[in-house]
């Protein structure tokens, strides 16, 4: 399931082990966090705000990953794949990139 | 079909479970069973009973069908999407679509 991946795949079809690997990415140096106050509304407004982050930090003291939940939380969207290697791009966090689109995000080295 | 008209006992046991699927786990900020039942009506501690539920989503439902009058399969449909729930309902329109056919089918033939 993981390999048929395509930036038009809707976040909430991602498989387990993907989002395991991406929270592997994004749970260390709160990285999440720069990806959550990126994410937009289809009107363009932020869909999180600092007390919805004040939230996601919470899980992280009950031990749960801010990034699994984040995925579940933004699943509930028609956001795509496409949508998170953009963002995810913008903030040169390639390697994320690169777990759900190998191809079009070549590492540069 | 006006989806209006349609009471929620056209909904069968696939639909439901369905349902639960997608609103029983907790959100953090995206809307679950308990914005649901909220905008269904009901109080803080009824919601807060349902919690004790092993599939909150199926008894709140139950629940709604049976203690609200002005219950129907659209009215359900606009809930959802006015929670931002628009996975649901694209997800399970077509199955909500063929059992409100057969229920249809099912009343003519009465």
Request: proline share 5%; glycine share 4%.
């Amino acid at each position: 399931m993981d390999s048929s991946v395509t930036s038009a795949t809707y976040i909430r079809n991602l498989g387990y082990c993907l989002r395991r690997k991406l929270s592997d990415f994004l749970d260390p140096q709160d990285r999440w966090k720069e990806v959550l106050v990126d994410i937009q509304k289809p009107s363009g407004e932020p869909r999180y705000s600092q007390l919805h982050v004040r939230r996601f930090e919470g899980l992280v003291a009950q031990g749960r990953s801010p990034t699994m939940e984040l995925l579940n939380d933004w699943g509930t969207t028609k956001s795509t794949v496409g949508e998170l290697v953009d963002i995810l791009k913008s903030h040169e966090l390639l390697a994320a990139a690169n777990v759900l689109l190998p191809e079009s995000s070549p590492l540069e080295t | 079909v006006d989806l209006e008209k349609i009471p929620l006992v056209a909904l069968n046991m696939s639909v439901r479970k369905k349902l639960g699927l997608y609103l029983n786990p907790k959100h953090t900020v995206a809307a679950d069973w308990m914005a649901l039942a909220e905008a269904m009506g009901f109080n803080y501690l009824e919601i807060k009973n349902y919690e004790v539920s092993k599939n909150p989503t199926c008894t709140v439902l139950e629940d709604w069908q049976a203690r609200t009058t002005d219950t129907s399969v659209g009215k359900l449909l606009s809930m959802l999407s006015e929670l931002d729930r628009e996975d649901i309902v694209e997800d399970l329109r077509p199955l909500i679509d063929e059992d409100v056919r057969k229920y249809c089918a099912n009343l003519k033939k009465k």
